[in-house]
């Protein structure tokens, strides 16, 4: 059992190693070598549990997926309206993108052509089928416009979301994000938010943005 734990622990320690090294300068810049050095672990520990860099490019997606099918079912179960769901999703994904390097190497995976193996969906792809569930939601609990195309609205939240993140990382510091996240809030709110509950939803973005801001 004590051995188990030793290997699953090297295991997570070379995948933050690995995610860390991605993030900061890209898959194709970052060697086995590298990611033995970063990680503290001898070549053969990294080849017992990854036979090639392309295993670890799929462990990060891995873990990636699962953290944000967490949080949505968690921002889900917790008996918040759909919009305020999704909103509190996007918050915390930018709040644990700040601190979690596996987040921020999935995206930065995601944008630059990695695919991850079946099963497994593109992220894009899951984070658009998430959108559109909680949109379809809001629109039975008349939170957004019935007459708006969901579709289009999914494609360019999720658009909008990622694409702050990227054009973030080489302009601003990753403390920023709650700031952005915020800012596309306000946008989207008053475009697909019925007048009558509109005031609901932009006190909701400034609470969250205020909540997940770094201290």
């Not at 320690?13 to 050095?37: H, P, W």
């Not at 860099?53 to 997606?61: I, M, Y």
């Amino acid at each position: 059992m004590a051995r188990q734990v030793r290997a699953e622990q090297t295991r997570a320690t070379i995948i933050t190693a690995a995610a860390e090294l991605f993030d900061r300068q890209g898959y194709e810049s970052t060697s086995l070598s590298d990611i033995v050095e970063h990680a503290h672990v001898t070549k053969g520990a990294l080849y017992f549990h990854f036979a090639a860099k392309e295993d670890l490019a799929h462990a990060v997606l891995e873990l990636q997926s699962a953290t944000c099918r967490k949080l949505a079912r968690d921002t889900e179960i917790r008996g918040h309206t759909s919009l305020e769901a999704l909103m509190r999703l996007t918050f915390c994904i930018a709040r644990m993108s700040a601190e979690d390097p596996v987040l921020r190497a999935g995206l930065r995976l995601a944008t630059g052509g990695t695919r991850p193996r079946p099963p497994l969906s593109h992220p894009f792809t899951e984070w658009l089928d998430i959108v559109t569930a909680r949109l379809l939601g809001a629109v039975k609990e008349a939170d957004v416009h019935p007459d708006v195309d969901i579709d289009v609205v999914a494609h360019s939240l999720v658009c909008f979301f990622v694409g702050t993140r990227v054009v973030g990382r080489s302009r601003e510091s990753v403390a920023r994000q709650p700031r952005r996240t915020a800012e596309m809030w306000q946008i989207l709110i008053r475009g697909l938010v019925p007048v009558t509950r509109r005031a609901r939803y932009l006190s909701l973005a400034a609470r969250l943005e205020r909540e997940i801001a770094p201290v």
